[in-house]
């Protein structure tokens, strides 16, 4: 009797592979074959979990937001009581590439952006995706404010979304070594210092 | 006699072709035989200029900013009397992709990215000339602040750092449709009123 695969680790298998074919040879190596041969699976076990190459990269979209959560988690945790700023920072600091899982995620995303323009169905789940994380964050920033460890005059949804931008346009300068992992924090605590007291 | 064409003129045709195929197509559609056909010449003439897809596109990135340059100075021509905050409020502008041309350049920058972390060439021509612009950025900022035009407390440096790389995380949301330009404009506005005075 064959061993009984749970489909949805399956699934994330192919979706870590994903990750690496970028990392490693790019967004345009991302094929059904090569993802296959990086997973040790065959193209029908593949077909098999993913109709199409757009739905493998939009779960792969998906799960990297359950692995940043996840790590998100993590960071948060090994935090001994955290104050908002410091819950902020590690946000911020979540989207930065600045080990190798980040990387391959952030080359993933780019893939999702070049696509976007000409694929709706990327838009949208990266519109869904930054609206929500972005939405979070926001709140977040509004509870600080009323809880009184931000400076009383800032304007919560403008400086949440300096900051959640700021940290996004960090990524390109990252990946291509213009900035170390420590400029680029630098840049964001800054800001942060601004905003909380 | 066959018309004698200009080399240069020929391969910015190619990289105008480059854009276009990228604008309509997407990233992946970059081959040589599809900018030939957009470019309505033949494969053996884009190869006669581009030994490489690579060559073409590192050609198309230096090509960009030459047109970036030359609307930048356009824009600045449109305004009478420019103050410091003009020129950098002008500068930013040029970085989002807010009509055809510069979605287009957009798409070929996120090629860059996608590129940068498999082929090294890639990612030096992006760190020259990130670096490049954002070294006349700051020190269009550091004469502003000599001159009285920011605030005496300012951290050029910084200030200008911050600015550039909000901008380019806003090239994002404005590719996906998540921020309309002046949404992302006022964010940008926000920076430049608490720098300039």
Avoid: C
């Avoid at 593949?46 to 998100?72: I, N, P, T, W």
């Avoid at 980040?102 to 609206?131: D, K, N």
């Avoid at 005059?153 to 949440?160: H, I, L, R, S």
């Avoid at 959640?164 to 990252?174: D, R």
Wanted: glycine share 6%.
């Amino acid at each position: 009797m064959p061993k009984r695969v749970d489909p949805l680790e399956r699934r994330r298998s192919i979706a870590e592979a994903v990750f690496r074919v970028t990392a490693t040879r790019g967004v345009e190596a991302v094929s059904l074959r090569d993802v296959a041969a990086e997973a040790g699976v065959s193209m029908g076990m593949v077909q098999h979990y993913f109709r199409s190459k757009d739905e493998m990269l939009l779960f792969a979209l998906d799960h990297m937001r359950d692995r940043v959560a996840g790590r998100l988690q993590a960071r948060l945790a090994r935090l001994p009581n955290p104050t908002p700023r410091d819950v902020a920072r590690a946000v911020l600091a979540e989207l930065l590439p600045t080990n190798e899982d980040s990387r391959a995620e952030a080359g993933v995303s780019v893939a999702f952006y070049s696509r976007a323009a000409v694929t709706p169905a990327y838009a949208l789940a990266l519109r869904q995706g930054l609206r929500g994380l972005l939405d979070v964050f926001t709140e977040r920033l509004r509870a600080a404010q009323h809880s009184g460890h931000t400076r009383p005059d800032v304007d919560a949804e403008q400086e949440a979304a300096s900051l959640f931008w700021l940290a996004h346009g960090l990524v390109g300068p990252l990946l291509i070594g213009l900035y170390t992992p420590e400029t680029a924090q630098s840049l964001l605590d800054r800001h942060l210092d601004r905003i909380f007291t």
